[in-house]
């Protein structure tokens, strides 16, 4: 009889539970599980990603809702052109102009279809404000090479036409405000130093360490570039949500972490990796924290490493979470 139970468990052992009983398994538990020699492992249900201030790549992940002043953009329209992305700029810096030459070329259309023009334009002894302007493609055409000074010399302006003498005037000056804006505009986005920073360096992790027997945060930073950053600062800020003695709750309350703005090691000479050390003492928010607290507590640290870029004279900013 004991080999006979002994048999019967080795084999209710092997089959394992009926198909009853996985039903009422959790849904984790019914999937199959990744075995090993010794044991069974549960797969643990993945984590929700921890949502940050501050990208890895230095963006900021906050996005400005329900604002009500939209006009305040359009008051800074340079500025707000810049910031736009590439392939709105791109579709404004194209719908400016072609806008722009539309626009000029009906007024040069215009002008021929009230002077008769576009009737009598080929009559002999007749003279039109525009030559060979007989058609709506013709004056935008026309329109393009006015704004542009291409001058293909086949459709010129005659002298017996003071409404186009200031039409061409005024079709010259906004041509040449727009021009100044647009490539302005074009050549400011180009010329941002955001991508320098892509080429600025730091640590993936922080560590905790004695230091000078002293308990310090330390990272690393430098730069790949062999055009180096001149009159380089960094600064760190800890963000974390706090309560104050009064109760009131601040949900991203920005704190500075001291690497050296006392006594001036913030300022760096960037032309090897540095190692950026903050000392834990009694001023420091990290003094009150326990390394059981650092794995509970939910706060980030944020590193801004500005200069100027030696090459471009641009000031650059490079930020790490």
């Given at each position: 009889m004991a080999g006979d139970s002994r048999v019967l468990m080795d084999h209710n052992m092997e089959i394992g539970a009926t198909p009853a009983q996985v039903?009422?398994?959790?849904?984790?538990?019914?999937?199959?599980?990744?075995?090993?020699?010794?044991?069974?492992?549960?797969?643990?249900?993945?984590?929700?990603?921890?949502?940050?201030?501050?990208?890895?790549?230095?963006?900021?992940?906050?996005?400005?809702?329900?604002?009500?002043?939209?006009?305040?953009?359009?008051?800074?329209?340079?500025?707000?052109?810049?910031?736009?992305?590439?392939?709105f700029s791109l579709l404004i810096f194209t719908l400016v102009y072609v806008v722009n030459w539309l626009f000029f070329g009906f007024l040069w259309w215009l002008i021929a279809l009230i002077r008769g023009d576009l009737v009598h334009g080929d009559e002999e002894g007749w003279t039109p404000c525009v030559e060979n302007l007989n058609s709506f493609v013709s004056a935008f055409l026309f329109s393009i090479e006015t704004e542009t000074t291409i001058g293909y010399g086949y459709r010129v302006i005659t002298e017996r036409c003071p409404e186009g003498i200031v039409l061409l005037l005024v079709q010259a000056i906004l041509g040449s405000i727009v021009n100044a804006i647009m490539v302005g505009c074009m050549f400011v986005k180009i010329s941002q130093p955001k991508n320098r920073a892509e080429t600025l360096m730091f640590s993936n992790n922080a560590v905790i360490s004695v230091r000078d027997n002293k308990?310090?945060?330390?990272?690393?930073?430098?730069?790949?570039?062999?055009?180096?950053?001149?009159?380089?600062?960094?600064?760190?800020?800890?963000?974390?949500?706090?309560q104050t003695k009064e109760g009131e709750f601040i949900p991203l309350n920005q704190t500075d972490i001291n690497i050296g703005f006392d006594?001036?090691?913030?300022?760096?000479?960037?032309?090897?990796p540095l190692i950026i050390s903050h000392e834990i003492?009694?001023?420091?928010?990290?003094?009150e924290m326990s390394m059981a607290q650092m794995e509970k507590e939910e706060f980030e640290i944020v590193v801004i490493l500005e200069g100027m870029v030696e090459a471009t004279g641009k000031n650059n900013v490079g930020k790490q979470t």
């Amino acid at each position: 009889m004991a080999g006979d139970s002994r048999v019967l468990m080795d084999h209710n052992m092997e089959i394992g539970a009926t198909p009853a009983q996985v039903k009422k398994l959790p849904k984790h538990l019914r999937e199959p599980q990744i075995s090993t020699e010794r044991t069974h492992l549960i797969s643990e249900p993945l984590k929700k990603p921890r949502q940050r201030y501050v990208q890895k790549d230095g963006k900021c992940n906050v996005h400005h809702g329900n604002v009500q002043e939209t006009y305040r953009y359009l008051s800074d329209l340079f500025t707000t052109l810049v910031d736009l992305r590439w392939r709105f700029s791109l579709l404004i810096f194209t719908l400016v102009y072609v806008v722009n030459w539309l626009f000029f070329g009906f007024l040069w259309w215009l002008i021929a279809l009230i002077r008769g023009d576009l009737v009598h334009g080929d009559e002999e002894g007749w003279t039109p404000c525009v030559e060979n302007l007989n058609s709506f493609v013709s004056a935008f055409l026309f329109s393009i090479e006015t704004e542009t000074t291409i001058g293909y010399g086949y459709r010129v302006i005659t002298e017996r036409c003071p409404e186009g003498i200031v039409l061409l005037l005024v079709q010259a000056i906004l041509g040449s405000i727009v021009n100044a804006i647009m490539v302005g505009c074009m050549f400011v986005k180009i010329s941002q130093p955001k991508n320098r920073a892509e080429t600025l360096m730091f640590s993936n992790n922080a560590v905790i360490s004695v230091r000078d027997n002293k308990m310090c945060l330390m990272f690393r930073v430098g730069d790949l570039r062999n055009s180096h950053i001149v009159e380089a600062s960094i600064r760190a800020k800890l963000i974390r949500s706090q309560q104050t003695k009064e109760g009131e709750f601040i949900p991203l309350n920005q704190t500075d972490i001291n690497i050296g703005f006392d006594t001036g090691d913030d300022r760096l000479f960037l032309v090897s990796p540095l190692i950026i050390s903050h000392e834990i003492n009694e001023k420091s928010p990290f003094w009150e924290m326990s390394m059981a607290q650092m794995e509970k507590e939910e706060f980030e640290i944020v590193v801004i490493l500005e200069g100027m870029v030696e090459a471009t004279g641009k000031n650059n900013v490079g930020k790490q979470t």
